[in-house]
């Protein structure tokens, strides 16, 4: 697709799989003229199991004043997305484009094997993220091997990689900073893991410029799962009202949200996330026509100061 000028519609360029075990290869998006379209300018995306999004081309395109595209994570403005949902993407080229007036010039995620410089990006930020690391995450059943790879996506090689894991027993690291951007957990036992890798160019090592490095991670959970009880009469309750209890399993640091459906069907929150996994729930002013349902939240967070995706559960309960 050559020379043409998309403005003011849902989406701008769009180069995607969508069939499992479909290909995109070889498609060429330049010289077009990409503005003030609802979701990002130009979009390289595969959608589906098995299917392959590679050798494309993103080159020599005007792309300013679009929109965010939250479907893979670009939740800020952005002029071109390179994003695999499934499995990754590879060795697609992104040169020589002029972006302008978004927040990210270059939003990648499931993407490796980048060909990504020579482009003029005034944005606040020019690539994001600064490593990504592609592998499975969320679910994962017990006994599986699990393999992670990480890349800086405007520099694939010359770097070094840290991994860490943290897990009920603590964190450790795996790997210290060597060039094997690759690292496998195998045989993985029932439990929640969040995976670390840090990057630094081997400068930078030298300088022990800790500062410096990039970071990415990912969390996995194996034979996870949550449960909520109603519990009996205790001391100290409000009289006929009821107390909800949940337990999670095989979970990481898990903090507790309650949410209470009423006769009239509003839903009230216990408040803001927290350790705590009690809720004590006042009867209703007017007997319900139906029993009133109890659906209680765990999310999953990632110890401070690492970042990683929420893991929700839910459980639901009639008292």
């Not at 210290?176 to 690292?183: A, K, T």
Request: hydrophobic content about 40%; aromatic content about 6%; proline content about 6%.
């Amino acid at each position: 697709m050559s020379g043409n000028t998309v403005s003011h519609d849902v989406a701008g360029i769009v180069v995607a799989t969508d069939v499992p075990g479909s290909l995109a290869e070889g498609n060429v998006v330049s010289h077009n003229v990409v503005s003030d379209n609802f979701i990002a300018g130009i979009v390289l995306h595969s959608n589906a199991p098995g299917d392959m999004l590679m050798k494309n081309a993103v080159t020599d395109n005007t792309v300013a004043g679009n929109g965010a595209d939250g479907e893979v994570g670009a939740f800020q403005t952005t002029g071109i997305v390179e994003a695999g949902a499934v499995a990754p993407v590879t060795d697609n080229t992104i040169t020589g484009n002029h972006v302008s007036d978004e927040t990210l010039g270059i939003y990648v995620t499931g993407a490796l094997a980048n060909h990504i410089s020579g482009n003029i990006l005034d944005t606040p930020v020019s690539v994001a993220p600064s490593l990504e690391m592609v592998g499975q995450g969320g679910n994962v059943a017990a006994g599986k091997t699990v393999v992670y790879t990480v890349e800086n996506p405007t520099a694939p090689t010359g770097l070094l990689y840290q991994y860490w894991v943290d897990s009920a027993a603590g964190w450790r690291m795996v790997q210290n900073y060597l060039p094997d951007n690759v690292y496998a957990m195998k045989d993985v036992a029932a439990g929640s893991y969040q995976v670390v890798a840090y990057s630094l160019t081997p400068a930078a090592l030298k300088a022990r410029a800790w500062h410096d490095a990039a970071s990415a991670s990912h969390i996995i959970n194996v034979g996870s799962s949550v449960s909520l009880a109603v519990m009996g009469a205790m001391s100290g309750m409000t009289a006929n009202s009821t107390t909800v209890q949940a337990a999670a399993k095989n979970l990481l640091h898990p903090v507790y949200q309650f949410w209470w459906q009423g006769p009239n069907g509003q839903w009230t929150a216990s408040g803001n996330y927290s350790t705590d996994n009690m809720m004590d729930i006042l009867p209703p002013t007017v007997a319900p026509p139906r029993p009133a349902r109890m659906l209680w939240w765990l999310t999953l967070r990632a110890p401070t100061p690492r970042k990683a995706p929420l893991m929700r559960y839910s459980a639901s309960r009639c008292p």
